[in-house]
């Protein structure tokens, strides 16, 4: 088949366009006047975790109260990370610039406050000292920073999947991929690539048996772990997952809203459970809820409940109207399906599927210093795919930061055009490979066979060979890659995005088999060795490609991003 | 599966092939109409309804879901 090519060269490459990468766009432009380029698989208007909208963004106001200040929100993050993720990195890059954000978020026309009182609504939830999350009308927040990108001029290109780096063996150069409607080969060369990805979903099977009815987005793969992994980037904590508490059948967002408006959990026999798991009971953090909830469906004390039926008209009317149609702009709609009335009735609830995601508390991902830079040169990253991700309001504040000291170091470095014909041809060859076969399987055989084996082997309970087993698996599917066959653009597009999931089920089942010990809930909990340990080591597991497969080390994370 | 597109009200703008975050119609150039093609990737975002100025898309959960 003929290949169209189209060839770019620019300042800054920004890989994904969700909220992290338009803020890095945004910021980019802000403090130098510098070319950016986005690529974004989907289209800016709408990607990403928060691209049907979002309710809930934390903050601190440094308003008075004593855990309302900077001390007490850096106090919360070192608690909910257990030291395994860089607390300076995080006050750098996130939490002293919240306050900033915030303005910036009203000057682009977000109503971050109570149109009524002209004061900001916030609700406390996730083990949270004070009411950190501001509700907020969020449904349009992507098209408005997307018009702030076009004000800026930064070139997009919609529909654009990434499939790897560009890179020399010392420094990353940009990125390569293809138009996933047009097929069109994209080659673009940068001073600086910041991955902006999000986080890796699909990878293990959701009991309604719709893969794509995950948490987070479907859409993001893990292409952001994978593209740094294969590049050098040293990846932490990967065996640390995400698990939280959904409606029975939905896995929808909108937990943080029932809790922190103080909903009940209930259990079968008649017990709020979670008073014997935390001490804040149904405010405790996300993966405890979790944890309690999964312990009461293991031990027999299944189904459990949501109940709203105690909260007042204000209040279950802010919860229906103001958040969760907001946070998930279907979930009302998918109560009044199931017949269910979130005033009246008990509520089913379930666990989710696992993820990798950078949700508040996240401390997986890319391991990132205090401007955004990653262990390789030339190479940032920003938002969920990093370990500081911290959701919303850390996508909001990372992405600004790392888009701002991307900037002024690429002011200061000349343009130089590398030629790499034959790794672009590599690439080429690669990437229209599986349209070219007349035979083979479709990428979701595979695919369904991968979450096979990550719940199998690498699920909610784990332990040394089971992953043992699992790992091999998983490298007996590598061999099978070769054999898929796309029959068009969307087509290849899984079919990659299938492959990056596979590498980071590998690297998720060899940092766990690293990590000797329970830690977080059920993000990671080993039959083996089943004590919760949250307060003991802190070392994070550091993963990096080696000749011979994958490198895991320890270190504590302050030493790993440059502090010590 | 959701979603479902009300072919008395669509005027066939593209809004929803243009915004869909998983790239789940395709629009067919000769009818000048948005088609949903990949309703099992779906993730009942919402965008297309919410996106469609016509107020024609509703969203159906499939029977697994409910």
Not at chain 1, 168 to 186: H, I, L, P, S
Not at chain 1, 533 to 558: H, L
Not at chain 2, 1 to 29: H, S, W
Request: with cysteine.
């Amino acid at each position: 088949m003929n290949v169209r090519k189209k060839a770019l060269t620019t300042d800054i490459l920004i890989v994904g366009g969700g909220v992290a990468g338009c803020m890095a766009a945004i910021a980019a432009r802000d403090t130098e006047s510098v070319d950016v380029v986005v690529l974004e698989k989907a289209s800016v208007v709408r990607s990403g975790d928060a691209g049907a909208g979002n309710d809930h963004f934390l903050a601190h106001l440094n308003s008075g109260p004593e855990w309302d200040t900077d001390e007490a929100m850096a106090a919360y993050y070192e608690r909910l990370s257990q030291g395994l993720a860089d607390v300076e990195v995080a006050k750098k890059l996130h939490l002293s610039r919240i306050g900033e954000i915030l303005d910036k978020l009203e000057s682009y026309g977000i109503e971050m406050k109570d149109r009524a009182t002209g004061r900001y609504i916030r609700t406390k939830s996730f083990g949270q000292p004070g009411p950190y999350y501001i509700n907020f009308e969020g449904k349009n927040l992507k098209p408005a920073i997307v018009e702030q990108m076009k004000q800026r001029k930064v070139k997009v290109i919609n529909r654009v999947n990434v499939t790897g780096l560009l890179h020399d063996g010392r420094k990353v150069f940009g990125a390569m991929g293809f138009n996933v409607r047009t097929g069109e080969f994209y080659e673009v060369q940068a001073k600086a690539t910041i991955l902006a990805l999000g986080d890796a979903t699909r990878l293990w099977p959701h009991p309604s048996g719709l893969p794509f009815n995950t948490w987070m987005s479907p859409f993001n793969n893990g292409a952001g772990y994978a593209m740094a992994f294969k590049a050098g980037a040293e990846l932490a904590n990967m065996e640390i997952t995400a698990v939280t508490v959904v409606p029975k059948g939905f896995s929808a967002a909108g937990l943080n809203a029932f809790t922190g408006m103080g909903c009940y959990l209930w259990n079968s026999v008649g017990e709020r459970y979670m008073q014997k798991y935390h001490a804040m009971a149904e405010g405790a953090p996300r993966n405890t809820l979790a944890l309690g909830t999964y312990r009461e469906y293991i031990e027999g004390r299944g189904p459990c409940y949501i109940d709203c039926r105690h909260l007042s008209k204000e209040a279950l009317l802010h919860l229906t109207e103001n958040l969760l149609p907001v946070d998930k702009d279907t979930l009302v709609m998918f109560f009044d399906q199931k017949g269910l009335h979130v005033d009246r009735d008990f509520i089913e609830i379930g666990i989710s599927e696992m993820q990798m995601a950078g949700f508040t508390g996240s401390v997986s991902g890319i391991v990132i210093d205090r401007t955004g830079k990653t262990t390789v040169e030339g190479l940032y990253a920003a938002g969920a795919c990093t370990v500081p991700s911290f959701a919303l309001s850390g996508a909001f504040a990372t992405g600004y930061s790392v888009g701002e000291e991307t900037a002024r170091v690429c002011r200061k470095l000349p343009r130089t055009e590398m030629r790499d014909e034959e790794q672009v041809n590599r690439e080429i060859e690669r990437i229209y490979a599986p349209l070219r076969r007349t035979e083979g399987m479709n990428y979701k055989r595979l695919e369904d066979k991968l979450r096979q084996i990550m719940s199998d082997y690498v699920g909610y309970i784990k332990n040394e060979q089971g992953l043992q087993a699992g790992l091999k698996k998983l490298e007996d599917l590598e061999h099978r890659v070769d054999r898929i066959r796309a029959k068009n653009f969307h087509e290849l597009m899984r079919t990659f995005e299938f492959q990056d999931l596979l590498l980071v089920g590998k690297l998720i089942a060899t940092s766990a088999l690293a990590r000797k010990e329970s830690r977080m809930g059920l993000s990671h909990l080993r039959g083996d060795y089943p004590n919760q340990s949250d307060t003991g080591g802190k070392d994070s597991t550091i993963i990096k490609a080696a000749s011979r497969g994958i490198e895991v080390s320890f270190r504590p994370a302050a030493t790993n991003t440059g502090r010590i | 599966m959701p979603p479902i597109i009300d072919r008395t009200k669509c005027k066939g703008c593209g809004v929803c092939y243009a915004n869909c975050p998983g790239d789940l119609f395709v629009f067919n150039k000769k009818q000048k109409l948005p088609e949903l093609k990949y309703p099992d990737e779906c993730w009942h975002c919402g965008v297309c309804r919410m996106d469609c100025p016509e107020g024609a898309i509703s969203i159906v959960f499939p029977l697994e879901m409910l």
